[in-house]
């Protein structure tokens, strides 16, 4: 079992850097390929970034690739996601998951996570 907590969303303009985390509370975290996904209202949720379990491997969205840079720092059990030059369609609520595989090349669909968290808003006026 795997306990996972996001925080560092908020309200931020156009064009604004903005950087969210992601803590697993239990479990070994580094047993763990890790993935973001978001949530915009009224839509289905969508591929962001993942990470295998060493940090080596790392798929985008194209929507994201080139502003959003995905992370992990397995001795502080922290995944994260540094989103720069941030846009109205960025709006969303962004989930963290773990893939309880150990694959080198990390999975975009949701179905091969395993555990989710709550999620953390991130709202881009427009």
């Known amino acids: 079992q795997v306990v996972l907590i996001e925080s560092g969303g908020g309200l931020v303009q156009a064009g604004d850097s903005l950087k969210i985390s992601c803590i697993a509370t239990?479990?070994?975290?580094?047993?763990?390929?890790m993935g973001w996904f978001r949530q915009a209202p009224g839509t289905e949720r969508e591929f962001v970034a993942a990470?295998?379990?060493?940090?080596?491997?790392?798929t985008y969205a194209d929507s994201v690739k080139g502003r959003f840079t995905i992370s992990r720092d397995n001795a502080k059990n922290t995944l994260y996601l540094a989103m720069n030059n941030l846009k109205p369609d960025d709006t969303a609520v962004y989930y963290c998951?773990?893939?309880?595989?150990?694959?080198?090349?990390?999975?975009?669909?949701?179905?091969?996570?395993?555990?989710w968290g709550r999620g953390t808003q991130v709202t881009v006026p427009s």
């Open positions: 990470i295998n379990w060493n940090g080596g491997r790392t």
């Open positions: 239990s479990g070994i975290f580094s047993n763990f390929n």
């Open positions: 998951a773990a893939d309880r595989s150990t694959f080198e090349n990390p999975t975009v669909s949701e179905h091969e996570y395993d555990y």
